[in-house]
T-cell receptor
């Protein structure tokens, strides 16, 4: 039972263009969402997060959008850079539990 | 940012042996640490939540006698894979939550376990 899903296993984008990574969740009780970036054989590194009381959070080139009614969030990277090439995981959590439920990941490749 | 280390980074062992993996928070105190497992091209699956000074809480389907967790101090949690078998081969990642900080976890670099 995959509560957090990333339906696109991979995505290729030209350098300078926008990358849009999508994530869907099934449990409406999730109230905090995060995006992590991961290189092979390394631990995930935090990118950006959003609370369920917001619908958008922006940090530099990274913006996360949350659509609670659709149980959908997305990560926008603009402009995309070759160094952004990695696997991106979305994660969801419940307040007070501190546990993260991760999606299956999307491999982003930014072409120079 | 906060740093979490794991040791060893990679280990190869024979079937039937036990392997201990350490997770340390280097510049902060972590009341809670988490252990994840990742199979190739799959998601990070939470195995257990480790709380300093108390027993770990295991996720459904994770054998607590197989994966022993000890969180003896605010900066160290250990995961011991007992009587390892080839199907235990995986990438094990820990994360640590800084005491008093609600919703932020810092991840270690992971440990690649290969059981022959």
């Amino acid at each position: 039972d995959q509560q957090v899903k990333q339906n696109s296993p991979s995505l290729s984008v030209q350098e300078g263009r926008i990358s849009i990574l999508n994530c869907d969740y099934t449990n409406s009780m999730f109230d905090y969402f995060l995006w992590y970036k991961k290189y092979p054989a390394e631990g995930p590194t935090f990118l950006i997060s959003i609370s369920s009381i917001k619908d958008k959070n922006e940090d530099g080139r990274f913006t996360v959008f949350l659509n609670k009614s659709a149980k959908h969030l997305s990560l926008h990277i603009v402009p995309s850079q070759p160094g952004d090439s990695a696997v991106y995981f979305c994660a969801a959590s419940f307040s007070g539990t501190y546990k993260y439920i991760f999606g299956t990941g999307t491999r982003l490749k930014v072409l120079a | 940012g906060a740093v979490v280390s794991q040791h060893p980074s990679r280990v190869i062992c024979k079937s039937g042996t036990s392997v201990k993996i350490e997770c340390r928070s280097l510049d902060f105190q972590a009341t809670t640490m988490f252990w994840y497992r990742q199979f190739p091209k799959q998601s990070l699956m939470l195995m257990a939540t480790s709380n300093e000074g108390s027993k770990a809480t295991y996720e459904q389907g994770v054998e607590k006698d197989k994966f022993l967790i000890n969180h003896a101090s605010l900066t160290l949690s250990t995961l011991t894979v007992t009587s390892a078998h080839p199907e235990d081969s995986s990438f094990y990642i820990c994360s640590a939550r800084e005491t008093g900080v609600v919703n932020e976890q810092f991840f270690g670099p992971g440990t690649r376990l290969t059981v022959l």
